[in-house]
């Protein structure tokens, strides 16, 4: 039985099927199919690797949008609404078929509404709006100022305060004192001074303020030449006085101011830093002029008030000054001495019995007798009736067949209307 021969036809032209002939012949070179790698051999051609995306953030429901925030905006059903929007400096975006809407400040949740709200009137019937954020903005505050070592711009992390930034920006540039600091709240533009020497040198708490993102810290040199502390009241000259960068000494300001008043009361001066006040007997430290611990500061910013000296006691009857007496501050004045400043009773005064009409905290007036004997024996043992701001010292006239006491007592009843004397003083 003969068999046909299949024979194959070629399209590929002579010379090139030859070539391709003489190439599949070669022998591969020794070792040349150890060093091809597997893979190699086996792979299939795959697709170029995807570029990698940021991961998206995962945040808390309560997030506020901030200024930088990355949104992808989306309604179901209507692919023509898919839009990423940036959250401009002002706070703002573009969305389509909406126009400019503020975003900054709101909850995702919050947009979301305000979006459907203005989506809902004619464009889309009951919109199903999605937002997310893809990318959040670094949040950050800043340091700025030439009071400030290292200004720039700060991450902000949750429960930071003005101390915290303060120390990351390298602290300040010089003396508290001489630095004007200033914050400047991102949400509200709302500008607050804040007291530095407080702040660092005491460490109140009051001016360490919880910072926000986008915050601003602004912090200035102040010129030494201008910084003053302020001295009112019973001076010379009441006003600001100049003092060096490390401030100086309340006497030297006091000195600085023209002195005192002979109606300042030292014993009560005011001493104003920050929100502390402090009052101070300025004898005290008048007398210890050499003492270093009795060396009282002030620096820039302070405030000093010397307060008017308004203890009085008054005389009346036979007195040869009669009158309103000004009270020496910061010491006792005694009855005895009281009457000889006056310029001691008239020779027509009855000095058995003085009267001193005291006044209580309730504004009740009560007369009390003082025996002249009694006065003589507390004068001899160097004891003394203490008289007290506002007292009235009554000498009354001699009467010939009357008692001192019911002289006194008449008096007492002429000048103030009071019936009764009280106990003795003694």
Not at 123 to 128: A, N, S, T
Not at 240 to 267: D, E, I, N, R
Not at 294 to 315: K, M, S, T
Not at 375 to 402: E, F, H, M
Request: glycine share 8%; hydrophobic share 40%.
């Amino acid at each position: 039985m003969h068999t046909p021969r299949r024979t194959f036809s070629f399209s590929l032209p002579w010379p090139l099927f030859l070539i391709a002939l003489l190439c599949a012949c070669a022998p591969l070179a020794p070792g040349a199919l150890a060093q091809a790698p597997l893979a190699a051999l086996t792979a299939r051609p795959s697709a170029a690797p995807a570029a990698s995306l940021p991961p998206v953030p995962v945040l808390p429901r309560a997030y506020r949008l901030t200024p930088g925030d990355v949104l992808d905006i989306s309604v179901q059903g209507h692919t023509d609404f898919q839009e990423t929007a940036t959250i401009s400096p002002d706070g703002t975006i573009n969305y389509v078929g909406v126009g400019t809407v503020v975003a900054a400040g709101l909850t995702r949740e919050q947009l979301t509404r305000l979006l459907v709200n203005r989506l809902s009137p004619g464009q889309i019937r009951h919109p199903l709006v999605n937002v997310s954020v893809q990318q959040t903005h670094p949040r950050q505050i800043s340091m700025t100022g030439q009071g400030i070592h290292a200004a720039g711009v700060y991450d902000w992390r949750p429960g930071m305060t003005l101390l915290d930034a303060i120390a990351q920006a390298g602290g300040v540039a010089q003396a508290p004192e001489l630095t004007d600091a200033l914050l400047i709240s991102s949400s509200t533009a709302q500008t607050t001074p804040v007291d530095l020497v407080a702040l660092i040198e005491r460490g109140d708490q009051a001016q360490n303020v919880s910072l926000q993102p986008g915050d601003i810290v602004l912090m200035s040199p102040r010129d030494p030449a201008k910084a003053f502390v302020q001295v009112v009241g019973q001076v010379t000259h009441a006003g600001p006085q100049t003092v060096p960068p490390g401030g100086a000494t309340l006497q030297s300001v006091l000195t600085q101011a023209g002195g005192s008043l002979p109606t300042a009361a030292l014993s009560r001066v005011q001493l104003r830093h920050g929100t502390q006040t402090q009052t101070l007997n300025l004898h005290n430290l008048l007398y210890n002029v050499n003492d270093p611990s009795a060396q009282v500061r002030v620096v820039a910013g302070d405030i000093v008030n010397v307060p008017l000296n308004n203890n009085h006691v008054e005389f009346f009857g036979e007195i040869n000054s009669p009158g309103e007496m000004l009270m020496p501050d910061g010491e006792a004045l005694t009855l005895t001495r009281a009457l000889a400043l006056r310029g001691n009773p008239t020779r027509e005064a009855d000095q058995k019995v003085i009267g001193i009409v005291r006044t209580d905290a309730s504004g009740h007036q009560t007369a009390h007798p003082v025996n002249e004997d009694d006065l003589l024996r507390a004068r001899n043992k160097g004891q003394d009736i203490v008289l007290l701001p506002d007292d009235k010292i009554v000498v009354p006239r001699r009467r010939p067949a009357t008692t001192g006491l019911g002289v006194l007592s008449t008096t007492i009843g002429t000048l103030f209307g009071l019936k009764t004397l009280g106990g003795f003083l003694h």
